[in-house]
């Protein structure tokens, strides 16, 4: 019984993390290697000195992976940041003008403006930069802009095909794996895109890019209409749009910041 115990607790310990993650490993190497085709020059070098070898698609699921260890803890509310219904973009705003609490706003910003002064550690400065690229895609990822009340959707229970699932874990990762695509694929298959939308995309404030997710998640919300509610090949076909040009969208923004930092 005891050694019983001591598996299920294990397990628990292994699963637990994946419900907190965001666009799966596919995802996330999708909106780091679209970043990456939009560094400008100064700030590929920077990056490189920083990282050296190791890409920005493979740097983009460190924060995931270090979940396992308990001195990263401290890390866990800096992937989302949760609202519950109701807000107009304008109420959001102003709450985040304010907002003071540990979570992806709150952190990414404050990231932003260390890096830019450029005083940290090396060490310091690559684990900034890592996590900056893991989070920006977590926040284009609707579900991580979800409600407290169920945990950005780890609590309202469906069906993918025939397994019972929830919607967080649906835009966390069915609906991007169920494209079959490895993330070069994956990123050859989506990244096009013009000189005006990236513009327009990078122009945007940090406040609208978590208010265009929240969006996304109330529309995603009213469709749930049951509990284990099936979702299969309509509800791909219906969503992809969405998930590619939310994948685009992080890739591109994050070059943004990224050029912002070190271009």
Not at 8 to 34: C, D, E, K, N
Not at 59 to 86: M, Q, R, T
């Amino acid at each position: 019984m005891q050694l019983l115990k001591r598996v299920l607790v294990i397990a628990a310990l292994f699963y637990l993390p994946l419900q907190s993650q965001a666009w799966s490993l596919t995802g996330h190497r999708v909106v780091g290697g679209i970043a990456e085709s939009y560094l400008t020059p100064k700030a590929r070098k920077a990056i490189t000195a920083l990282l050296g070898n190791e890409s920005l698609a493979m740097v983009a699921n460190w924060p995931d992976f270090v979940k396992s260890d308990p001195a990263y803890n401290y890390l866990s509310n800096w992937h989302y940041i949760n609202f519950e219904d109701g807000f107009s973009f304008q109420a959001m705003h102003d709450f985040l003008e304010k907002d003071t609490s540990v979570n992806a706003y709150t952190k990414v910003n404050f990231m932003v403006k260390e890096l830019k002064k450029g005083n940290l550690s090396r060490e310091t400065k690559i684990m900034y930069v890592k996590l900056i690229v893991h989070i920006i895609g977590d926040l284009h990822q609707p579900m991580h802009v979800g409600r407290l009340s169920d945990l950005g959707g780890n609590r309202v229970k469906v069906m993918w095909f025939n397994e019972a699932t929830n919607l967080h874990a649906v835009w966390d990762d069915k609906l991007v794996d169920f494209q079959q695509l490895s993330y070069t694929e994956y990123i050859n298959a989506i990244n096009f895109t013009t000189a005006e939308q990236r513009k327009a995309w990078q122009s945007d404030s940090f406040d609208k890019w978590i208010y265009d997710s929240y969006a996304i998640s109330r529309k995603l919300y009213e469709e749930i209409k049951q509990p284990d509610q099936k979702l299969s090949y309509r509800y791909n076909f219906d969503h992809i749009k969405t998930v590619n040009e939310q994948l685009l969208k992080g890739g591109v923004r994050l070059a943004g910041v990224l050029n912002g930092i070190f271009g």
